[in-house]
T-cell receptor, first 113, second 115 residues
Framework: SQQGEEDPQALSIQEGENATMNCSYKTSINNLQWYRQNSGRGLVHLILIRSNEREKHSGRLRVTLDTSKKSSSLLITASRAADTASYFC?????????????FGKGITLSVRP | SAVISQKPSRDICQRGTSLTIQCQVDSQVTMMFWYRQQPGQSLTLIATANQGSEATYESGFVIDKFPISRPNLTFSTLTVSNMSPEDSSIYLCSGIPGSSYNEQFFGPGTRLTVL
């Protein structure tokens, strides 16, 4: 069964606006990773956040993790048309030599020029 | 990070045939994985490719249908055997570099259509 569940399932915003995507999961994790996928191509790794971290930044991306609520959010600031893609969260329950990702269903983000 | 390539990028195959997908990483990775992404769906892990030994398959996937090889730390193959239209999917390989804290990097995928 899917571990991560993203919401909303689809998001449409105007260029320049911020996009917030949420991910909830059911069991404890070692880390959580966010990916972007353009038009059925390969996945681009965005950010990994460890279970003992609460927030990470990378350029226009900000990821938060609340292990008490079993949830994470991905914020894209000042969105661009090129950010249009599907975004997936993936949880890794154990990490290390037992690392294994379980993916959510994904969020489709459309950024209108 | 790691740069991962896959061959072929896409193929159209006839029912009952088999296709072998190659995955090449530009650096040594400790772990390699194969995923399937059915049309409009998320990714599902098929198996962990173990170097020099049999792959570890997830529930619902078997070696006879998806044989996997991993002869060294940078290369793996996945074969989709005796294909049916239900096997039409994108197949992706991924790897975790030794220098990485569990960041898993993906190849561009192989888009398979079975007629």
């Amino acid at each position: 069964s899917q571990q991560g569940e993203e919401d909303p399932q689809a998001l449409s915003i105007q260029e320049g606006e911020n996009a917030t995507m949420n991910c909830s999961y059911k069991t404890s994790i070692n880390n959580l990773q966010w990916y972007r996928q353009n038009s059925g191509r390969g996945l681009v790794h965005l950010i990994l956040i460890r279970s003992n971290e609460r927030e990470k930044h990378s350029g226009r991306l900000r990821v938060t993790l609340d292990t008490s609520k079993k949830s994470s959010s991905l914020l894209i600031t000042a969105s661009r048309a090129a950010d249009t893609a599907s975004y997936f969260c993936a949880t890794d329950a154990r990490g290390g030599a037992n690392s294994k990702l379980t993916f959510g269903k994904g969020i489709t983000l459309s950024v209108r020029p | 990070s790691a740069v991962i390539s896959q061959k072929p990028s896409r193929d159209i195959c006839q029912r009952g045939t088999s296709l072998t997908i190659q995955c090449q990483v530009d650096s040594q990775v400790t772990m390699m994985f194969w995923y399937r992404q059915q049309p409009g769906q998320s990714l599902t892990l098929i198996a962990t490719a173990n170097q020099g030994s049999e792959a570890t398959y997830e529930s619902g996937f078997v070696i006879d249908k998806f044989p996997i090889s991993r002869p060294n730390l940078t290369f793996s193959t996945l074969t989709v055997s005796n294909m049916s239209p239900e096997d039409s999917s994108i197949y992706l390989c991924s790897g975790i570099p030794g220098s990485s804290y569990n960041e898993q990097f993906f190849g561009p995928g192989t888009r398979l259509t079975v007629l």
